[in-house]
Protein backbone atom coordinates (compact mmCIF):
# COMPACT_ATOMS: atom_id res chain seq x y z
CA UNK A 1 0.00 0.00 0.00
CA UNK A 2 1.31 3.70 -0.76
CA UNK A 3 1.96 5.63 1.97
CA UNK A 4 -0.59 8.28 2.15
CA UNK A 5 0.81 11.88 1.17
CA UNK A 6 0.91 14.86 3.81
CA UNK A 7 -1.46 18.00 2.63
CA UNK A 8 -0.12 20.65 0.77
CA UNK A 9 0.13 24.06 2.69
CA UNK A 10 1.84 25.79 -0.64
CA UNK A 11 -1.17 27.63 -1.32
CA UNK A 12 -1.72 29.16 2.53
CA UNK A 13 2.26 30.11 2.40
CA UNK A 14 1.76 31.93 -0.73
CA UNK A 15 -1.11 33.84 0.72
CA UNK A 16 0.44 34.89 4.00
CA UNK A 17 2.84 37.67 1.79
CA UNK A 18 0.14 38.73 0.37
CA UNK A 19 -2.03 39.93 3.44
CA UNK A 20 1.11 41.41 5.17
CA UNK A 21 1.43 43.66 1.92
CA UNK A 22 -2.19 44.36 2.24
CA UNK A 23 -2.05 45.31 5.62
CA UNK A 24 0.36 47.32 5.30
CA UNK A 25 -0.38 49.27 2.23
CA UNK A 26 -3.75 49.68 4.43
CA UNK A 27 -2.07 51.12 7.19
CA UNK A 28 0.05 53.31 5.22
CA UNK A 29 -3.07 55.07 3.20
CA UNK A 30 -4.78 55.37 6.87
CA UNK A 31 -2.02 56.80 8.17
CA UNK A 32 -1.46 59.00 5.31
CA UNK A 33 -5.02 60.19 5.32
CA UNK A 34 -4.59 61.09 8.87
CA UNK A 35 -1.44 63.11 8.71
CA UNK A 36 -3.81 64.87 6.10
CA UNK A 37 -6.90 65.56 7.81
CA UNK A 38 -4.61 67.38 10.91
CA UNK A 39 -3.01 69.54 8.32
CA UNK A 40 -5.98 70.60 6.89
CA UNK A 41 -7.28 71.04 10.41
CA UNK A 42 -4.18 73.20 11.29
CA UNK A 43 -4.44 75.43 8.44
CA UNK A 44 -8.35 75.97 8.78
CA UNK A 45 -7.89 76.58 12.62
CA UNK A 46 -9.84 73.74 13.76
CA UNK A 47 -7.53 71.87 15.06
CA UNK A 48 -4.97 74.10 17.33
CA UNK A 49 -1.40 73.16 17.53
CA UNK A 50 0.69 73.31 20.89
CA UNK A 51 3.67 75.09 19.67
CA UNK A 52 5.50 75.59 22.78
CA UNK A 53 7.24 72.60 22.60
CA UNK A 54 8.81 73.87 19.51
CA UNK A 55 9.95 76.58 21.20
CA UNK A 56 13.83 77.11 20.73
CA UNK A 57 15.94 76.49 23.93
CA UNK A 58 17.23 79.70 25.45
CA UNK A 59 21.24 79.08 25.43
CA UNK A 60 20.37 78.09 21.94
CA UNK A 61 18.46 80.95 21.10
CA UNK A 62 20.89 83.31 23.25
CA UNK A 63 23.82 81.84 20.78
CA UNK A 64 22.24 82.67 17.60
CA UNK A 65 21.27 85.65 18.09
CA UNK A 66 24.43 86.83 19.40
CA UNK A 67 26.44 85.33 16.62
CA UNK A 68 23.76 86.78 13.99
CA UNK A 69 24.39 90.47 15.43
CA UNK A 70 28.28 89.94 15.60
CA UNK A 71 27.51 89.47 11.99
CA UNK A 72 25.76 92.75 11.51
CA UNK A 73 28.71 94.71 13.62
CA UNK A 74 31.34 93.52 11.65
CA UNK A 75 29.05 94.37 8.32
CA UNK A 76 28.30 97.73 9.40
CA UNK A 77 31.87 98.07 10.24
CA UNK A 78 33.58 97.38 6.77
CA UNK A 79 30.63 99.17 5.06
CA UNK A 80 31.68 102.39 7.00
CA UNK A 81 35.16 101.50 6.27
CA UNK A 82 34.48 101.41 2.89
CA UNK A 83 32.44 104.36 2.54
CA UNK A 84 35.46 106.57 4.08
CA UNK A 85 37.52 105.63 1.37
CA UNK A 86 35.98 105.98 -1.36
CA UNK A 87 35.10 109.85 -0.17
CA UNK A 88 38.68 109.84 0.11
CA UNK A 89 39.57 108.56 -2.84
CA UNK A 90 37.24 110.95 -4.40
CA UNK A 91 38.85 114.32 -2.62
CA UNK A 92 42.16 112.98 -3.23
CA UNK A 93 41.00 112.64 -7.23
CA UNK A 94 39.38 116.40 -7.00
CA UNK A 95 42.66 117.68 -5.82
CA UNK A 96 44.95 116.11 -8.75
CA UNK A 97 41.99 117.64 -11.47
CA UNK A 98 42.29 120.93 -9.03
CA UNK A 99 46.16 120.89 -9.59
CA UNK A 100 46.33 119.69 -13.04
CA UNK A 101 44.20 122.74 -14.00
CA UNK A 102 45.86 125.57 -12.29
CA UNK A 103 49.10 124.23 -13.80
CA UNK A 104 47.44 125.49 -17.32
CA UNK A 105 46.39 128.82 -16.18
CA UNK A 106 42.87 128.16 -14.91
CA UNK A 107 41.92 130.23 -12.25
CA UNK A 108 39.62 128.38 -9.35
CA UNK A 109 37.23 130.94 -8.59
CA UNK A 110 33.68 130.33 -6.38
CA UNK A 111 30.41 130.05 -7.78
CA UNK A 112 28.49 133.05 -8.66
CA UNK A 113 25.59 130.89 -8.79
CA UNK A 114 25.60 128.70 -5.97
CA UNK A 115 22.11 126.31 -6.26
CA UNK A 116 20.18 126.20 -3.75
CA UNK A 117 17.95 123.34 -2.83
CA UNK A 118 14.46 123.95 -1.56
CA UNK A 119 13.77 121.47 1.76
CA UNK A 120 10.47 123.29 3.01
CA UNK A 121 8.67 120.13 0.75
CA UNK A 122 11.43 117.26 1.89
CA UNK A 123 9.92 114.82 3.88
CA UNK A 124 12.06 113.61 7.06
CA UNK A 125 13.12 109.59 6.48
CA UNK A 126 13.49 107.88 10.03
CA UNK A 127 16.04 104.40 9.18
CA UNK A 128 15.87 101.76 11.81
CA UNK A 129 19.39 100.86 12.98
CA UNK A 130 21.69 98.55 12.09
CA UNK A 131 21.13 96.28 15.26
CA UNK A 132 17.51 96.03 14.60
CA UNK A 133 15.86 92.64 13.57
CA UNK A 134 13.60 92.13 10.84
CA UNK A 135 10.18 89.55 11.15
CA UNK A 136 12.62 87.33 7.95
CA UNK A 137 15.45 87.59 10.07
CA UNK A 138 13.76 86.29 12.87
CA UNK A 139 11.99 83.23 10.99
CA UNK A 140 15.69 82.63 9.41
CA UNK A 141 17.20 82.24 12.92
CA UNK A 142 14.44 80.25 13.92
CA UNK A 143 14.59 78.09 11.30
CA UNK A 144 18.52 77.66 11.45
CA UNK A 145 18.08 76.87 15.41
CA UNK A 146 15.33 74.53 14.39
CA UNK A 147 17.34 72.11 11.55
CA UNK A 148 20.58 72.63 13.93
CA UNK A 149 18.59 71.05 16.68
CA UNK A 150 17.22 68.34 13.64
CA UNK A 151 18.34 65.18 15.59
CA UNK A 152 16.45 65.99 18.98
CA UNK A 153 12.64 64.69 19.00
CA UNK A 154 10.62 67.57 19.46
CA UNK A 155 12.28 69.41 16.84
CA UNK A 156 11.87 66.74 14.29
CA UNK A 157 8.54 67.78 13.40
CA UNK A 158 9.34 71.33 13.46
CA UNK A 159 7.85 73.53 10.84
CA UNK A 160 11.35 74.47 9.59
CA UNK A 161 12.22 70.83 9.20
CA UNK A 162 9.24 70.26 7.34
CA UNK A 163 8.98 70.27 3.31
CA UNK A 164 12.27 69.71 3.13
CA UNK A 165 14.41 67.49 -0.04
CA UNK A 166 15.28 64.34 1.45
CA UNK A 167 18.59 64.94 0.60
CA UNK A 168 18.66 68.21 2.34
CA UNK A 169 17.09 66.97 5.15
CA UNK A 170 19.83 64.21 5.46
CA UNK A 171 22.76 67.00 5.12
CA UNK A 172 20.91 68.76 8.25
CA UNK A 173 21.13 65.79 10.02
CA UNK A 174 24.64 65.24 9.28
CA UNK A 175 25.38 68.83 10.12
CA UNK A 176 23.71 68.52 13.33
CA UNK A 177 25.51 64.88 14.48
CA UNK A 178 29.04 66.85 13.33
CA UNK A 179 28.43 70.36 15.34
CA UNK A 180 26.94 68.08 18.37
CA UNK A 181 24.27 69.59 18.81
CA UNK A 182 22.45 68.42 21.77
CA UNK A 183 18.80 68.72 23.43
CA UNK A 184 18.28 71.25 26.43
CA UNK A 185 17.96 67.77 29.09
CA UNK A 186 21.03 66.61 27.90
CA UNK A 187 24.63 66.94 29.05
CA UNK A 188 26.29 69.41 27.12
CA UNK A 189 29.70 67.91 24.93
CA UNK A 190 31.73 69.20 22.58
CA UNK A 191 31.94 72.29 21.07
CA UNK A 192 30.17 75.38 22.97
CA UNK A 193 26.95 76.59 21.77
CA UNK A 194 28.30 79.49 20.92
CA UNK A 195 30.73 77.49 18.55
CA UNK A 196 28.07 75.60 17.44
CA UNK A 197 26.43 78.85 16.10
CA UNK A 198 29.38 79.83 14.48
CA UNK A 199 30.17 76.48 12.41
CA UNK A 200 26.06 76.42 11.33
CA UNK A 201 26.39 80.35 9.92
CA UNK A 202 29.48 78.73 8.10
CA UNK A 203 27.59 76.56 6.55
CA UNK A 204 25.21 78.73 5.15
CA UNK A 205 25.13 78.91 1.38
CA UNK A 206 24.74 82.59 0.34
CA UNK A 207 23.23 81.52 -3.31
CA UNK A 208 20.70 79.69 -1.55
CA UNK A 209 20.66 81.40 1.90
CA UNK A 210 18.45 79.41 4.66
CA UNK A 211 16.00 77.09 3.79
CA UNK A 212 12.71 77.74 5.96
CA UNK A 213 10.82 74.61 5.07
CA UNK A 214 7.03 75.11 5.90
CA UNK A 215 7.60 78.26 8.04
CA UNK A 216 6.17 81.14 6.24
CA UNK A 217 5.01 84.30 7.15
CA UNK A 218 1.75 85.17 6.98
CA UNK A 219 1.47 88.01 4.26
CA UNK A 220 -1.62 90.25 5.63
CA UNK A 221 -1.75 92.32 2.43
CA UNK A 222 -2.04 89.46 0.35
CA UNK A 223 -4.85 87.17 2.21
CA UNK A 224 -6.81 90.62 1.95
CA UNK A 225 -6.89 91.43 -1.87
CA UNK A 226 -7.53 87.42 -2.34
CA UNK A 227 -10.44 87.52 0.00
CA UNK A 228 -11.55 90.70 -2.17
CA UNK A 229 -10.80 88.92 -5.81
CA UNK A 230 -12.78 85.38 -4.16
CA UNK A 231 -15.68 87.56 -3.29
CA UNK A 232 -15.80 89.36 -6.53
CA UNK A 233 -15.43 85.94 -8.42
CA UNK A 234 -18.44 84.80 -6.65
CA UNK A 235 -20.40 87.54 -8.02
CA UNK A 236 -19.89 85.91 -11.56
CA UNK A 237 -19.94 89.03 -14.01
CA UNK A 238 -17.72 92.05 -12.51
CA UNK A 239 -17.80 95.65 -13.59
CA UNK A 240 -14.59 97.50 -14.40
CA UNK A 241 -15.08 99.95 -11.53
CA UNK A 242 -15.81 97.46 -9.16
CA UNK A 243 -12.31 96.14 -9.78
CA UNK A 244 -10.59 98.97 -9.45
CA UNK A 245 -12.23 99.71 -6.23
CA UNK A 246 -10.55 96.69 -4.49
CA UNK A 247 -6.83 98.22 -5.75
CA UNK A 248 -4.88 100.23 -3.51
CA UNK A 249 -5.87 104.59 -2.93
CA UNK A 250 -2.98 105.50 -4.55
CA UNK A 251 -3.27 103.23 -7.87
CA UNK A 252 -7.43 104.87 -7.10
CA UNK A 253 -5.87 108.41 -7.01
CA UNK A 254 -3.71 107.81 -10.25
CA UNK A 255 -6.18 106.35 -12.37
CA UNK A 256 -8.54 108.99 -11.20
CA UNK A 257 -5.95 111.90 -11.69
CA UNK A 258 -5.45 109.96 -15.55
CA UNK A 259 -9.41 110.35 -16.28
CA UNK A 260 -9.19 114.09 -15.12
CA UNK A 261 -5.68 114.70 -17.21
CA UNK A 262 -7.41 112.67 -20.35
CA UNK A 263 -10.79 114.74 -20.15
CA UNK A 264 -8.72 118.19 -19.84
CA UNK A 265 -6.51 116.83 -23.37
CA UNK A 266 -10.07 115.99 -25.35
CA UNK A 267 -11.48 119.44 -24.38
CA UNK A 268 -8.34 121.36 -25.67
CA UNK A 269 -7.84 118.97 -28.58
CA UNK A 270 -9.51 120.19 -31.83
CA UNK A 271 -10.63 118.67 -34.74
CA UNK A 272 -7.27 119.39 -37.24
CA UNK A 273 -5.95 116.13 -38.59
CA UNK A 274 -2.48 115.84 -38.58
CA UNK A 275 0.08 114.23 -41.07
CA UNK A 276 -0.71 110.73 -40.53
CA UNK A 277 -4.84 111.24 -39.82
CA UNK A 278 -4.68 111.68 -36.06
CA UNK A 279 -5.69 114.64 -34.30
CA UNK A 280 -3.60 117.72 -33.41
CA UNK A 281 -4.34 120.27 -30.10
CA UNK A 282 -4.18 123.99 -30.64
CA UNK A 283 -0.74 124.34 -29.15
CA UNK A 284 0.77 121.74 -31.45
CA UNK A 285 -0.44 124.31 -34.44
CA UNK A 286 0.93 127.00 -32.53
CA UNK A 287 4.34 125.91 -32.69
Known sequence: ????TPPRHSSVRLSQPSLVTGGRTLRHRQRRQLVEMLEEGVETGDLQADWRIYRIPANERRAMITQYYSMKVLKRARSQTSFHECVQQAVVYEREVHQFLKFFGAESS????????NTANMQAVSMLPFWHFTEDEFLMLIALSAQALIKTKPFKDHPA???????????KSKEASEAGATSSNQSITGPSVAERAA???????????????????????????ASKATALQGKGRVD?????RCFT????????????EYRGSAEVTSGVPGEHGTLVSGSVLAL
Open 240 to 244: IDEVF
Open 161 to 171: NKGLPETLRRQ
Open 199 to 225: AHFKRIDPARGVPMGRLRREDTRKSRG
Open 249 to 260: PRLRDISEEQAV
Open 110 to 117: PSHNPVTI
Open 1 to 4: ARAP
